[in-house]
């Protein structure tokens, strides 16, 4: 173990070198190239900056209106049949949006059921075993152009959905 530690501290200054030595080899003008792939990112920041403010306000809408605990209250009778725990519906809905969002959700819950807990337990699986579905797809899609999306999104949430499951068996196991 302590090898891979080793090499990790020298993986980066070999990545630099390998990329100097390789673009005075091959005499590639790096700054030019550099300065070009940073005005591609900007163009890319600015095709998606639109989705991104309108995703973050709509987030942050759900939040506000009390949305997600009308949802949890709606939906708590299906959670309690599945055995999923009905303080964990508002983060399973805001995940599927926004990162930050469903992390600052994570850190209400850890506050209010304590890291240990298996609320909390399920909570932090959750956020790595997930993904912010229609944020991805939005931003991934509209920067590649992609306009016929067929089965993405149905595969999307039926992984996700399986990783909400193996969050709770995960967590029970614990």
Do not use: N
């Amino acid at each position: 173990m302590t090898f891979f530690y080793y090499i990790s501290d020298f993986i980066i200054p070999i990545l630099l070198f390998y990329i100097v030595a390789f673009a005075l080899t091959e005499k590639v003008h790096v700054y030019d190239e550099f300065v070009t792939g940073a005005a591609d990112g900007i163009r890319t920041v600015l095709k998606i900056l639109p989705t991104l403010v309108g995703l973050m306000a709509a987030v942050g809408m759900l939040r506000a209106s009390g949305f997600l605990d009308l949802a949890a209250e709606y939906l708590s009778g299906l959670a309690e049949l599945l055995h999923f725990p009905v303080q964990l519906i508002p983060l399973s809905i805001i995940r599927l949006f926004s990162s930050s969002a469903a992390t600052s959700l994570a850190l209400d819950i850890y506050k209010s059921y304590g890291t240990d807990s298996f609320i909390g337990l399920t909570a932090s699986i959750m956020m790595g075993c997930t993904e912010t579905v229609f944020y991805t797809m939005s931003v991934y899609f509209l920067t590649a152009k992609v306009t016929r999306t067929r089965w993405t999104l149905a595969g999307a949430l039926i992984s996700t959905f399986a990783g909400i499951a193996a969050s709770v068996v995960l967590a029970g196991a614990m």
